[in-house]
């Protein structure tokens, strides 16, 4: 970032209608520990039942701007930098429309924008249908919040470990809290121990573990690195590698078929000339991170093969986390 660039932190609050998110930043705003003078502006991308009481954080609280958002097409890198630089705004909040997609936000975030803090809000009474019959959107307000609230909470009727399994599905590093009535809030506390041992010689990855390993292994790397692991994968091959690698990797679903993608990783093989594109292949290899023109001279994770044998497709050739 030019360091000539002023730095707005960003607060990204998701969720659907009535999942309590205007509650929340009021309570927010009211609280001088977070609001004692900045310039704030909020992006009101959805209108619910509950409007603002700005009397109630005005003042001698920083000057405070609601700009509403009507579509998601109106929000552009231009329009955002304009509002920054008419209100010389320090912060901004973003309360989002649950029907949107996340990334549309990210891509439009003018430089000097960073998401500091990412919170999805859900109604713990409808979560799980909502997860039913709306999976993607739910899955994209999952996929990059640090901490999913679950509002409106009875002990007696939420299904706590089917919500966990469906945030853990999607992510592994976000919180999840239940606040109950009268304010009362409790965090979940299950444990995810992995499906394979992590302590042996060679962890064994089955076919139908292969989506929740690849998010661990993603998500906590330095867990893994200088374990070796057996994986059934299938070789990917491009004029950029050298004849002793290969990309090998599976096609991951994580909600629905249009989020399919092929998720590869760099391996090093004495033997990767012998294998093409899209055969599939069972190797066992030992992790490492390196840095790699692939990975854009980033430090990337590189599997350095031991034993690799060709082998036929699974059965479910896109590997799911059900």
């Not at 919170?119 to 979560?127: G, L, Q, W």
């Not at 999607?170 to 444990?191: F, M, Q």
């Not at 998720?263 to 190797?283: M, P, Q």
Request: glycine share 4%; hydrophobic share 35%; aromatic share 12%.
């Amino acid at each position: 970032m030019n360091s000539n660039v002023k730095e707005i932190p960003v607060y990204l609050f998701t969720g659907f209608l009535e999942a309590g998110k205007t509650k929340f930043i009021q309570e927010t705003l009211e609280d001088r520990r977070f609001n004692n003078g900045e310039n704030t502006l909020l992006l009101l991308c959805e209108e619910g039942i509950e409007e603002y009481d700005e009397s109630r954080f005005k003042g001698d609280m920083g000057k405070f701007i609601v700009q509403e958002v009507e579509s998601a097409e109106e929000l552009t890198t231009d329009f955002l930098s304009k509002l920054q630089n008419k209100y010389d705004i320090d912060r901004v909040l973003v309360e989002y429309n649950g029907m949107w997609m996340i990334d549309n936000f990210y891509r439009v975030l003018p430089e000097g924008w960073l998401v500091y803090q990412e919170i999805m809000f859900a109604d713990a009474s409808t979560f799980i249908n909502y997860n039913s019959n709306m999976r993607s959107l739910v899955v994209d307000k999952l996929k990059s919040c640090e901490l999913v609230v679950l509002n409106r909470a009875d002990k007696a009727n939420v299904d706590r470990m089917e919500v966990h399994k469906i945030v853990r599905a999607v992510s592994r590093r976000a919180n999840i809290a239940y606040e109950y009535a009268g304010g009362d809030v409790e965090y979940d506390e299950i444990e995810d121990p992995p499906p394979y041992d992590m302590n042996a010689p060679i962890i064994e990855i089955k076919d139908e573990d292969y989506a929740y390993w690849y998010s661990d292994f993603s998500e906590r790397p330095k867990e893994y690195e200088g374990k070796t692991v057996r994986l059934h994968v299938m070789v990917a091959k491009n004029s950029s590698l050298d004849k002793n690698e290969m990309v090998i990797g599976r096609q991951i679903m994580t909600c629905c078929v249009e989020d399919i993608q092929y998720k590869g990783i760099l391996s090093k093989c004495d033997s990767a000339s012998k294998y093409k594109s899209h055969e599939w292949v069972v190797v066992t290899a030992k992790i490492a991170f390196e840095k790699h023109r692939l990975y854009k001279n980033q430090t990337g994770p590189v599997l350095y093969v031991n034993t690799v044998r060709k082998a036929d497709a699974p059965e479910n050739e896109v590997a799911t986390f059900y």
